[in-house]
């Protein structure tokens, strides 16, 4: 007999529970209300005191805020020089925009396999895809759980290569004692709504290397420099330069004066994730037929996702069955991610399926829970006792 919703019982909860959300409070509001009545709503103030709490957040020092994510990865790429045909290494298991910079700027993506028991990219496979065109390395903190970024700078001082981190899940997540952020020579972070703090839409660059700093700055914003010290000709105090072709990637104060509002919370916002995959943890530690996810004795992760891998020995059903079932449940669940190169226009571009076998197997069996830090104890109820009534239903017995 079957309880579930998928086959028109009653589901565990009335409404949707999203995988991720925002957390806006009254504060915010105001803080964007000030900028609204101010006299800048873009190019003012707020943008560089954003920068700087950023930078000092992550003990890192500069920070280059962008208007998404995907364009500071894109100006970092810039930055670090990769042009036409330089090979970049990445990880499959992520979102696209970690691998579409490199395209942007008319390079190769290189996609390396990744750890099965982490499921970030694997430093030996890294080291296996170095070519003499090999330029520079994306890994991705996944989930939220940083990459080995001891190994990874090990290779990469070897060989010479740039590293950028793609640390759109890790804001606030430490590795050996240092915050995400101090570590490569560039890090990525986003604001998205579903990341740990948001601006709507918004992205930031932290570097120590004043050379990448002031590249970035340039390219955020067409190209133009103002700065006396860098103008090959002085018309006047109206004229400008264009350096280099930039484009228009500037963040709003609007956006800035949300992000530093946001700021103010990310150590409880952190706390609150961290609770809540622990209670998911204690409950599914105990459940046949799910595996939690693995963490490194020496990282601590930010959790912006929680991710189960099914058991396929061990359940008759397949994802999308499970999937589908708790969706019924009103349980928001999601899949990340499919391994990009396994994306059509990847494949038009000659990426072959089958090369890298462990992220391609992993994601059949990866999907993500709800997690942030609004969620209340009741909607975390919730999953346990969807996911539980789901897996009973499709254990094998
Ligand atoms: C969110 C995200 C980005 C960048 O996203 P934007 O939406 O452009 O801010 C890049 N990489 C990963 C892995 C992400 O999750």
Not at 81 to 97: H, K, N
Not at 253 to 275: H, I, P, T, W, Y
Not at 317 to 324: L, Q, T, V
Not at 329 to 341: A, F, K, Q, S
Request: include cysteine.
């Amino acid at each position: 007999m079957s309880r579930l919703a998928v086959h028109g019982e009653t589901p565990v909860r009335d409404s949707m529970l999203p995988y991720g959300q925002q957390w806006i409070e009254e504060d915010d509001i105001a803080q964007v209300v000030r900028v609204l009545q101010s006299d800048y709503l873009t190019q003012g103030p707020v943008i560089q005191e954003f920068e700087k709490k950023v930078a000092s957040y992550v003990s890192a020092k500069y920070a280059v805020a962008f208007c998404n994510g995907t364009a500071a990865l894109h100006a970092a790429c810039y930055a670090a020089g990769i042009g036409a045909d330089d090979e970049v290494i990445t990880t499959p298991l992520t979102f696209v925009a970690s691998s579409n910079c490199v395209l942007y700027q008319g390079g190769k993506p290189v996609f390396a396999d990744i750890d099965r028991r982490t499921y970030n990219i694997d430093p030996e496979q890294i080291e296996a895809k170095i070519t003499s065109r090999t330029k520079a390395l994306i890994p991705v903190d996944f989930t939220g759980q940083p990459t080995d970024m001891e190994k990874i700078n090990a290779i990469a001082r070897k060989f010479g290569l740039v590293v950028i981190e793609d640390a759109a899940h890790s804001l606030g997540a430490r590795y050996q004692g240092s915050k995400v952020g101090a570590m490569a020579d560039m890090t990525m972070f986003s604001f998205h709504p579903v990341k740990h703090i948001t601006t709507g839409e918004g992205g930031v660059i932290v570097t120590d290397n004043e050379e990448y700093y002031q590249s970035m700055l340039l390219f955020r914003s067409h190209g133009i420099t103002r700065d006396p010290k860098k103008l090959i000709d002085h018309q006047g105090p109206w004229y400008y330069e264009m350096h280099t072709l930039g484009y228009n990637y500037r963040m709003t104060d609007l956006q800035a004066s949300l992000g530093l509002s946001q700021l103010n919370k990310l150590e409880m916002f952190l706390v609150r994730r961290r609770e809540i995959a622990q209670l998911y943890n204690e409950a599914f530690e105990v459940m046949a037929g799910v595996d939690t996810p693995f963490q490194q004795p020496d990282a601590v992760s930010a959790w912006h996702l929680y991710i189960l891998k099914l058991d396929p020995t061990q359940l008759r059903g397949s994802r999308k069955e499970i999937f589908e079932a708790l969706r019924a449940e009103n349980i928001g669940v999601n899949v990340h991610y499919i391994p990009v190169y396994l994306q059509p226009y990847y494949q038009e571009l000659g990426y072959k399926r089958g090369s890298c076998p462990n992220a391609e197997d992993v994601y059949e069996q990866l999907i993500t829970l709800p997690l942030y830090p609004k969620m209340t104890y009741s909607d975390v109820n919730d999953v346990i006792v969807a996911v539980d009534r789901v897996l009973e239903y499709y254990r094998l017995r």
